[in-house]
T-cell receptor, first 115, second 110 residues
Framework: DAGVIQSPRHEVTEMGQEVTLRCKPI?????LFWYRQTMMRGLELLIY????????DSGMPEDRFSAKMPNASFSTLKIQPSEPRDSAVYFC?????????????FGPGTRLTVL | RKEVEQDPGPFNVPEGATVAFNCTYS??????FFWYRQDCRKEPKLLMS???SGNEDGRFTAQLNRASQYISLLIRDSKLSDSATYLC???????????FGTGTSLTVIP
C-alpha cells in the first residue's frame, strides 16, 4: 500500500503567487483531511471531506484558501494569493470512517515557504 | 479555553526511565481518544487508541480518566528511539468535532 501521497514535498514561492497542493488518499478511504502545522499553532485542521463532500471547513483561515475533492482519489488545497504567514507544513490525511473521524493516516506533508 | 491541552515539554529523560504525559480535554462529551507520535520533520502516526479500561502495548500504556477529563501516556524503559513529539487527539460525538493537542516533546538521553 502506497499510503497517502502528497505533492510537491517542498514548495518555495513568492508572496502573491498561487500555490496548489495535491493529495491522493489511501484507496478505499472515505474521509480526507487537510491540516496545517506550525511551531506556534501546532496541528490545525483546515477542512475535511467525507465521500468527496466538504463536511467542515471552519478551519480554513480565509477566502484565500480553497479545497476541492473532485473524486475519491484526489484532492487539492489552493492558496491564492499566498502570503508569508502561510508558510507551514501542510498535511493531508485519510481515514476509513464513513461518518465519524477515526484513525487517520497522514501523508508526508508539503513544506511550504512563502517569501 | 482550548479544547485540548498538552504540556509542550520538552521532557528530557535518561534511557531506561519511565515517563508520563497527560492531555486534558475541556468537553465532557468527548468520546474517543488517541495518541499519535510525530518524529522530527515527519508526519504524525497513530501510536495507540485509548480505551475506557486502559490500553497497554508493550512498554506503552494509555489511560483515560473521565472524572478529571484527561488521558495519559506512560512509557516504561525509555529507548533512544522513543524521542519524538506525542500528540493526543480527542473526538467529540457532538458536531463531529475532533481536536489535536499541540504535542509534548520527549528526548531520551543516552
Amino acid at each position: 500500500d502506497a499510503g497517502v501521497i502528497q505533492s510537491p514535498r517542498h514548495e518555495v514561492t513568492e508572496m502573491g503567487q498561487e500555490v496548489t497542493l495535491r493529495c491522493k488518499p489511501i484507496s478505499g478511504h472515505n474521509s480526507l483531511f487537510w491540516y496545517r502545522q506550525t511551531m506556534m499553532r501546532g496541528l490545525e485542521l483546515l477542512i475535511y471531506f467525507n465521500n468527496n463532500v466538504p463536511i467542515d471547513d471552519s478551519g480554513m483561515p480565509e477566502d484565500r484558501f480553497s479545497a476541492k475533492m473532485p473524486n475519491a482519489s484526489f484532492s487539492t488545497l489552493k492558496i491564492q494569493p499566498s502570503e508569508p504567514r502561510d508558510s507551514a507544513v501542510y498535511f493531508c490525511a485519510s481515514s476509513l470512517a464513513n461518518y465519524f473521524p477515526d484513525t487517520q493516516y497522514f501523508g508526508p506533508g508539503t513544506r511550504l515557504t512563502v517569501l | 479555553r482550548k479544547e485540548v491541552e498538552q504540556d509542550p515539554g520538552p521532557f528530557n529523560v535518561p534511557e531506561g526511565a519511565t515517563v508520563a504525559f497527560n492531555c486534558t480535554y475541556s468537553n465532557s462529551a468527548s468520546q474517543s481518544f488517541f495518541w499519535y507520535r510525530q518524529d522530527c520533520r515527519k508526519e504524525p502516526k497513530l501510536l495507540m487508541s485509548v480505551y475506557s479500561s486502559g490500553n497497554e502495548d508493550g512498554r506503552f500504556t494509555a489511560q483515560l480518566n473521565r472524572a478529571s477529563q484527561y488521558i495519559s501516556l506512560l512509557i516504561r524503559d525509555s529507548k533512544l528511539s522513543d524521542s519524538a513529539t506525542y500528540l493526543c487527539v480527542v473526538i467529540q460525538n457532538t458536531g463531529n468535532q475532533f481536536y489535536f493537542g499541540t504535542g509534548t516533546s520527549l528526548t531520551v538521553i543516552p
